[in-house]
């Protein structure tokens, strides 16, 4: 059984779909389909073309580096496989995400989203940290609700997806807000959530979501994303009211 690849190419100069025919093997999946053309870059009118420039990395979607376009669905390439992609049509589409500067062929730049981590100060400072002791004990519920937050690999499908994200909007995406969730309510990273906290409150901030719930059902990691920016939100407000009508000191 023979089906096409239909492949996005080209830089951001200029772009075109070529399309390249391959025998299906079973258990395959997008990346080693893209593996096969690189062995003999051969498109389907049998022109010696260069090879498709794609990233892979852990192939066990957790490193994010393999998210592109799969049909117009926005997903990792690793875990897409070809046999259900071609149950009804023999054709797949390639494309590379399209809310991140285009490199070649299905790769991007998404160095704006670390740049966004960056912003928003999403790590916990090692000053905190005592190496004499085992570190803070956290509640099982809690600890539970932050490793889910945690198995964000920084991949852009949430951006993808989210019609709120986009050049002519300042808004931080979902990545970032549930990160700044992640930190604020580790023991070790609220204390500087004040200044997090800044980043949700200013333009492009937690009020500029639409509440489209695109990012919830494009995450490869099941985060809810809607449960934390609904969160975010909630302790954005609360940190405001203190903010404005702070205790008296008895």
């Not at 809607?226 to 009211?241: N, P, R």
Request: hydrophobic content about 35%.
């Amino acid at each position: 059984m023979k089906y096409i690849l239909k492949v996005y190419r080209g830089t951001s100069q200029k772009q075109y779909f070529e399309k390249f025919e391959l025998k299906y093997i079973e258990g395959s999946n997008v990346i080693s389909a893209l593996l096969e053309i690189q062995k003999n870059p051969v498109n389907k009118m049998g022109k010696k073309v260069a090879p498709i420039s794609f990233e892979m990395s852990c192939l066990e979607e957790v490193c994010g580096a393999c998210s592109m376009l799969i049909n117009g669905y926005p997903r990792q390439a690793c875990t897409a496989l070809i046999k259900p992609l071609i149950e009804k049509t023999k054709t797949i589409v390639l494309a590379p995400l399209s809310k991140f500067h285009l490199i070649r062929d299905l790769v991007v730049n998404r160095s704006k989203m670390f740049e966004q981590l960056k912003k928003v100060k999403a790590w916990i400072d090692i000053n905190d940290i005592d190496p004499e002791s085992f570190g803070v004990k956290i509640d099982p519920a809690k600890r539970d609700a932050l490793y889910i937050l945690s198995k964000c690999m920084t991949c852009g499908c949430c951006l993808e997806a989210c019609p709120q994200y986009n050049n002519r909007s300042n808004f931080i995406g979902p990545q970032a807000i549930s990160q700044i969730n992640l930190f604020n309510n580790h023991p070790l990273g609220k204390n500087i959530k004040d200044e997090r906290f800044l980043n949700l409150v200013k333009d492009g901030g937690v009020s500029d979501c639409g509440n489209a719930q695109n990012c919830k059902e494009v995450c490869p990691q099941d985060i809810d994303l809607v449960e934390a920016i609904a969160k975010a939100s909630k302790d954005t407000t609360k940190h405001l009211f203190k903010s404005l009508f702070p205790r008296k000191k008895k």
